[in-house]
């Protein structure tokens, strides 16, 4: 039997394709493992006939009815609208015949079994082949396009179709695809074969392996997987701190994250139980990611934009003919469909957790339905479903904190509200660009703080925020309002500040976080420091300077109010009319509250402007490849103005998510509830003694309440609230600035005993005061040393 010679019985009914024996792939490995890729490819366990999944099959069905009637007989393109130079136009025309491809395979489609269909999508095989992807052909443009793009889909269709295509066009075919991928690109470690991409590599490699019946193929994919699982240090890949980078400098959990777990997902169910299955036990890091790395990211089925790079700019692509949205809950939504298909490959106990987790977002994404979602195939969609049918109950919203020192991001967990915190660092990108994507991202690393009341405000940055949002005023940051070119700075993530301290120190529930800024392009400079506490994040600027002769702003907060939306904002008791085209300046503001949303306190009392608008933008403003149709939305923007110029600037305010009103005036009238015991250039510090936290960003050394430190640290002490002898507390700390050297810190409070620390940490006073010296790495990772007050 040849490579090309396998019964239909695979794609009109795959029901048992993805779950194939041990022993039916013994028999016939090459055709087993082909089946079984079709299986994950066309889905199994849901009816045709019922939604969501007759949908999904007449759409696919209607498209493919319309690609086939705009093929061009004889013409040197196959669609008029798919020009060869860029590439991308060979990848969407491969695209185009893989979706009549499935409409031929999958029942519902309204083109089931068409021979004149396959006939179609076979000549389109040959004709791309002698005309653009064929094996004497010189790549160009882009290269992804050329190893991922083209070929992935090129290698399904070829699977789909399998005798339909022929033993000559399939050889020529899978003789472009080596001379494209040939073994060495999965050669080194290195380049653009590397984290994500590597492992689309070796998902090419692999197919490839099988399709044409070469074992040494599909073993070097499976080997070359192998780099890709160890923790790395630098660069792309997994860190041990749950970071995931992607092109050296950009966090990108959401995006290429996904691709990489989902590919894994896919090449660890394709190869279990043959002779070529993943049992590098490495891959055990991929496992513990769903927990350590994408979960934590993960808000109500939303991806937090702060690790989806330049992806947040694509919004409704022009080139996508499903007219899906892009958005974080669509990057949500790939990460939760990848999870569900890694549970395949899993522990009992894992997939239990997983499932779970799964149900807990599906039930609480109230902006777009998980198992409706238009990005999936009624493969991806029966998987979601069966794991919402299942026993396994659904998994609350956890409450914590996460530092993920590697790429400069937190996530802060309460039970009424999650926030999002995105920096940068001579480490990480301030922001990328590339592809004309994402070319006024500039600002979205200086200190953007995305957050979420727990039940509302699930689209805030969903609808249309980022081609409407003004871009000098994000959420959090303090900036120049110096006006930028698009893509300021270079492309790739290539700007970065020349800033190290930049991280924070956490004991799992609270944090004390600081960022070094640099402005992009400009003069500004400020420290800014974030105490993530209990129902606000407590938040501190100082040393605010520049000299581009435009005024410096730090943004208090930028909500999105939708398309015609409103809400009841007060300010110190009174009821502002807000509508668009309002703004005032508070002279001495206190707090603020915006209804729906949360609240605002600014100790003491300190100037706040505030604007109503209606923005109006379009996706093709900040991507070339998005749609140029023009989108409105309003919005509330609150800012402290900083003047032109300024130097020595400064800020504090609390940013409570959720808060009613009452909540937040009660908040500003209790003046001993937050003591700020510093602000300056050289240090940022609080104590809430209702707490039992101390908290500080050491720029330097220098001395702050009760704590002193021998050089630049974050310290974070909790204590039981209230006063006691014989109670616990913990000092966390951590090293910002990762140059290794021992620190020295000093904590003013008499210590009966050190009940424990980490290895790190050298006890060398306990009495009087605590003095600790540590030896803290270079990872910012937190030490503790948890002694005995008295």
């Known amino acids: 039997m040849g490579a090309w010679q396998l019964s239909r019985r695979g794609f009109l009914g795959v029901a048992a394709a993805g779950a194939l024996g041990a022993g039916r792939v013994a028999e016939d ?42 093929l061009r007989p004889g013409e040197p393109l196959l669609w008029a609208d798919c020009p060869y130079d860029p590439p991308s136009g060979i990848t969407r025309s491969y695209g185009r015949l893989n979706t009549m491809a499935m409409a031929w395979a999958q029942p519902g489609t309204g083109l089931t079994g ?41 290698l399904d269709t070829l699977a789909v179709l399998g005798e339909r295509v022929g033993e000559e066009i399939a050889a020529r075919c899978l003789a472009a695809v080596r001379h494209f991928v040939p073994d ?71 995006t290429y994250g996904a ?71 669509f990057h949500g939504h790939a990460v939760i469909a990848a999870i569900a298909l890694l549970a395949e490959s899993a522990s009992g106990a894992e997939r239990d957790r997983w499932h779970g987790m799964i149900k807990g977002w599906i039930a609480r994404d109230r902006t777009l339905p998980v198992l409706t979602d238009p990005q999936f195939g009624v493969a991806e969609l029966a998987r979601l479903a069966a794991v919402a049918r299942g026993p396994v109950p659904a998994a609350p919203e956890p409450v914590g904190h996460r530092l993920f020192p590697a790429m400069d991001r937190a996530v802060h967990r309460r039970p009424g509200w999650t926030a999002g915190l995105a920096m940068c660092s001579d480490r990480i990108t301030y922001y990328e660009n590339g592809n004309g994507e994402n070319r006024r991202g500039w600002h979205t690393g200086a200190g953007m703080l995305y957050w979420w009341p727990a039940g509302a405000a699930g689209d805030q940055y969903t609808d249309a925020f980022w081609p409407t949002v003004d871009p000098y005023r994000l959420p959090g940051t303090t900036v120049s309002t110096k006006r930028l070119a698009d893509d300021a700075g270079g492309g790739w993530g290539a700007p970065k500040p020349a800033a190290r301290w930049v991280g924070g120190t956490t004991d799992g529930e609270f944090a004390a976080i600081g960022q070094d800024v640099r402005g992009l392009d400009s003069t500004l400079v400020a420290h800014k420091s974030w105490f993530a506490l209990d129902d606000c994040v407590v938040c501190l600027g100082a040393g605010i300077g520049s000299r581009d002769g435009v005024p410096a702003e730090t943004v208090v907060d930028n909500r999105n109010l939708g398309e015609r939306g409103s809400g009841a904002f007060t300010v110190d008791g009174v009821r502002r009319a807000v509508r668009p085209g309002w703004s005032r300046v508070e002279r001495r503001a206190r707090w603020a509250h915006l209804a729906g949303h949360g609240g605002y306190v600014f100790p003491g009392g300190a100037p706040l402007h505030a604007r109503c608008e209606d923005r109006t933008g379009r996706w093709s403003d900040i991507n070339t490849t998005s749609v140029s149709d023009p989108v409105t939305r309003r919005y509330l923007t609150l800012w402290h103005d900083h003047g032109v110029d300024p130097e020595g600037a400064g800020y504090a305010y609390l940013l409570m998510p959720g808060a009613t009103a009452a909540a937040t005036a009660a908040r500003a009238a209790d003046r001993r509830w937050l003591r700020v015991l510093a602000n300056d250039d050289g240090r940022q510090a609080v104590a809430v003694r209702s707490l039992g936290v101390t908290a500080a960003v050491f720029w330097r050394a220098g001395e702050a309440g009760q704590l002193a430190v021998g050089g630049p640290a974050a310290v974070l002490v909790r ?44 006890v060398i006073e306990a009495g009087r005061a605590l003095r600790l010296r540590l030896t803290p790495g270079t990872a910012c990772a937190t030490h503790t040393c948890t002694v005995l007050t008295g």
């Open 29 to 70: 490995p090459f055709r087993a493992l082909r089946e079984r890729w079709c299986g994950l490819l066309l889905g199994s366990g849901f009816d045709p006939a019922a939604a969501p999944y007759a949908g999904v099959l007449r759409e696919t069905g209607q498209l493919a009815a319309r690609y086939r009637a705009q």
């Open 114 to 154: 068409d021979a004149d269909l396959a006939a179609a999508v076979v000549a389109g095989l040959d004709r791309l082949e002698r005309a653009a992807y064929g094996a004497g052909t010189a790549p160009y443009g882009n290269w992804w396009e050329w190893q991922i793009g083209s070929p992935r889909l090129l």
């Open 184 to 254: 060495e690109a999965l050669g080194s470690y290195t380049g653009t074969s590397t984290g994500a991409n590597r492992v689309d590599l070796c998902r090419v490699a692999a197919l490839h392996g099988i399709l044409g019946r070469d074992p040494g193929r599909i073993a070097l994919a499976r080997d070359a997987l192998s780099p890709v699982f160890p923790y790395v240090t630098k660069g792309d890949g997994l860190y041990a701190d749950g970071s995931f980078i992607q092109h050296t400098w950009v966090p990108y959990t959401g």
């Open 259 to 329: 691709v990489l777990l989902d590919g894994l997902g896919r090449l660890f169910a394709l190869l279990r139980g043959s002779a070529w299955e993943v049992s590098d036990p490495g891959r055990q890091v991929v496992l513990d990611s769903v927990d350590g790395a994408f979960a934590p990211l993960l808000h109500d089925g939303l991806m937090m934009d702060s690790v989806n790079g330049r992806a947040i700019s694509r919004g409704w692509l022009r080139g996508d003919e499903r007219r899906v949205m892009r958005s974080d809950h």
């Open 719 to 762: 204590e039981p609230a209230g006063q006691g002898a014989g109670r616990t507390a913990t000092v966390c700390a951590a090293a910002p600035e990762r140059t290794g050297e021992a620190l020295e810190i000093t904590w003013s409070r008499p210590v009966r005993a050190v009940l424990r620390h980490d290895p790190a940490v050298r």
